[in-house]
């Protein structure tokens, strides 16, 4: 399939160049639009105020790759509008780092803001995230984004899943179907990790700043939340938790019903 892929972690991203490589091995045919700086927690904004710089770099991905000093959603819309020579069947977004899991994090996520991003231009989409344990997440941290074995173990893993989960995606959402299909990855991953079809947890999520510190600033502090979700049907967070790829149908048709 011909694909646009996407982030919110920025460029130079290793889960971003793991995605891409499992997608080309695949046989997809693709081009690449991500952010300058990672975008995080950024949702869908859009650089309303200022001017958007876009250039064409090798990041020795294989394939037609332009970094942009914008959001995630900058980086579709321009990459749509004006970067790609042909029109691409569907929009990649990902892998994030981290899950994007439950009515909290997905709102605010700039990986599944990607996705939307190409579904308001008629596009399917696919929004894909990497599960960390705090530990692992420290890590990555103190190694400048550089993951040990172990989780280069589950990211190679994870796009392999991703691959081949793209085209099987892609065909069941219908055309202009205003559908994001927002898929998360337990940590660790392997070849026989099962699918389950889940919904957006319910999550509570106060509080993620700190006090006002003498400066007059307050400090981002993260946190899961607490879920609040029934026990059924299935949860995104909860289908993690047993070790299973998490499925959840994003549409927004529905916003209203």
């Known amino acids: 399939m011909k694909l646009l892929v996407t982030n919110d972690d920025g460029i130079d991203s290793v889960f971003l160049h793991e995605l891409v490589s499992g997608l080309r091995a695949a046989g997809h045919e693709l081009a690449v639009a991500a952010p300058k700086t990672e975008q995080s927690w950024i949702s869908a904004a859009k650089s309303r105020t200022r001017p958007v710089r876009s250039a064409r ?43 994007n899991a439950s009515l909290g994090f997905i709102l605010a996520s700039g990986t599944v803001a990607g996705a939307f991003e190409g579904v308001l231009h008629g596009l399917p989409a696919v929004a894909f995230s990497q599960d960390l344990s705090f530990e692992t997440y420290n890590r990555l941290k103190e190694h400048s984004g550089q993951p040990d074995a172990e989780l280069s173990a589950t990211l190679k893993t994870s796009a392999a899943h991703a691959a081949r989960l793209v085209p099987e995606l892609i065909a069941a959402t219908p055309p202009q179907g205003f559908i994001v299909h927002n898929v998360n990855f337990p940590y660790p991953c392997r070849p026989d990790t099962p699918l389950r079809r889940t919904v957006p947890a319910r999550m509570i999520i106060p509080g993620l700043f700190s ?7 307050h400090r981002f502090i993260f946190h899961h939340g607490e879920d609040l979700s029934p026990a059924e049907p299935l949860t995104d967070r909860a289908a993690l938790a047993q070790g299973c790829i998490s499925h959840s149908v994003l549409d927004y048709r529905k916003l209203g019903h």
């Not at 090798?58 to 914008?70: A, H, I, N, S, Y």
Request: one cysteine or more; hydrophobic letters at 40%; charged letters at 20%.
């Open 211 to 217: 006090p006002a510190q003498d400066d007059g600033t």
């Open 57 to 99: 770099v090798d990041r020795g991905l294989g394939c037609p790759t332009w970094v942009v000093d914008g959001t995630p959603s900058d980086c579709v819309n321009i990459a749509l509008a004006h970067l790609v020579k042909t029109r691409p069947e569907a929009v990649v977004s990902g892998m994030n780092v981290g899950l």
